[in-house]
């Protein structure tokens, strides 16, 4: 039976993206940590490991971040908090993050404004301009639903000139949690969740290809994923995907976002609109002594080639803000 390596260590999460042909798991060292360095066997693939880091990078309420790498640096943004749409900090180093402010301070008149409406933004980087794909509430259908903003600096102002949202499934609950997915050959993807759990209605992850500026909706969408897990709970979102050695990874977040029962789960997929298939019957990641209710994640490169996801989390101690936590910005290494 082929079965994902998932171990533990201090500090080190390991997740087989790819199987094992054969028996073998990494060899624990004397610090509990998988000995990353030991040869694979004949016909092996070595796995996908996460450095998780304990500590976050940026203590203060930041989540659903996701980071952007521009020439001038590093941009993350994050789901509003007080009184910015969307809040947003600037590191040379992935290390010192420091505010620049709200990226995107007036939305689109189809768009509500008030605490907590706009929702996980993800960005991308297309023909000199700056393209970011966020989460409001349409006033027309009070939904949630996807809207998209340009702006000529990854710091913003991004400005929506659109009379409507972009993605808005307010039949199925509306539409949330948008991410760029960008294929080795050029071609642009957006996938994203149905907000099914608002009202009673299914809950998916949902694919389409995006025109090469990004502006139009191409083809089909297709659904991804559905929730169809215990550890689930009553909701899957907040995808991300990335192309890894010719395989498609996909990382999701699963059940309730304010309790410690929030975490990531894991799938492979064939293309970017699917099929796609999870992997395991639990979550790939999820709390600990430290954190908890881990999610929110996106994945990016950085400007020496090493793939990081950046995540959120409750410190384990208070969790929820009603017990005074916060969600807090950290980030992962991927090695390969």
């Given amino acids: 039976m082929l079965l994902p390596l998932?171990?533990?260590?201090?500090?080190?999460?390991?997740?087989?993206?790819?199987?094992?042909?054969?028996?073998?798991?990494?060899?624990?060292?004397?610090?509990?940590?998988?000995?990353?360095?030991?040869p694979a066997l004949p016909g092996a693939v070595q796995p996908i490991v996460f450095t998780h880091v304990g500590s976050p990078v940026y203590?203060?309420?930041?989540?659903?971040?996701?980071?952007?790498?521009?020439?001038?640096?590093?941009?993350?943004?994050?789901?509003?908090?007080?009184?910015?749409n969307v809040p947003t900090l600037w590191s040379s180093d992935l290390v010192t993050w420091n505010p620049l402010g709200d990226a995107m301070p007036n939305l689109p008149a189809w768009a509500e404004s008030g605490k907590r409406l706009t929702w996980a933004p993800s960005a991308i980087a297309?023909?000199?301009?700056?393209?970011?794909?966020?989460?409001?509430?349409?006033?027309?259908?009070?939904?949630?639903?996807?809207?998209?903003?340009?702006?000529?600096?990854?710091?913003?102002?991004?400005?929506?000139?659109?009379?409507?949202?972009?993605?808005?499934q307010s039949e199925l609950g509306g539409s949330i949690d948008a991410s760029f997915v960008r294929h080795s050959s050029g071609e642009l993807y957006v996938i994203w969740k149905n907000d099914g759990n608002c009202c009673g209605q299914p809950v998916q992850l949902w694919s389409q290809r995006l025109s090469s500026d990004s502006r139009l909706l191409w083809g089909e969408r297709v659904g991804l994923l559905q929730r169809d897990q215990a550890w689930e709970g009553p909701l899957i979102e907040a995808p991300t995907m990335w192309e890894e050695n010719g395989r498609w990874h996909l990382l999701y977040s699963a059940n309730m976002w304010d309790s410690q029962l929030y975490s990531m789960g894991y799938a492979e997929c064939d293309t970017p609109i699917g099929p796609c298939r999870k992997i395991g019957n639990g979550p790939v990641f999820q709390s600990d002594a430290q954190t908890a209710g881990p999610g929110g994640a996106e994945t990016f490169?950085?400007?020496?080639?090493?793939?990081?996801?950046?995540?959120?989390g409750w410190t384990a101690s208070h969790v929820g803000y009603r017990q005074g936590g916060v969600r807090s910005f950290h980030l992962a290494a991927i090695a390969r």
């Fill in 59 to 84: 203590a203060a309420d930041f989540p659903d971040p996701f980071v952007l790498v521009a020439d001038s640096g590093y941009y993350a943004y994050a789901t509003n908090r007080g009184s910015s």
């Fill in 301 to 312: 490169m950085d400007r020496e080639g090493r793939r990081w996801i950046a995540y959120h």
């Fill in 6 to 38: 998932l171990r533990r260590g201090t500090g080190v999460l390991a997740l087989a993206a790819t199987f094992f042909a054969c028996e073998g798991e990494p060899t624990p060292t004397a610090s509990g940590n998988p000995d990353l360095t030991t």
């Fill in 126 to 168: 297309i023909g000199g301009n700056y393209l970011l794909l966020y989460t409001a509430r349409d006033r027309r259908s009070g939904r949630q639903c996807i809207g998209r903003a340009e702006s000529k600096s990854p710091a913003g102002p991004f400005v929506d000139q659109s009379s409507a949202p972009f993605i808005c």
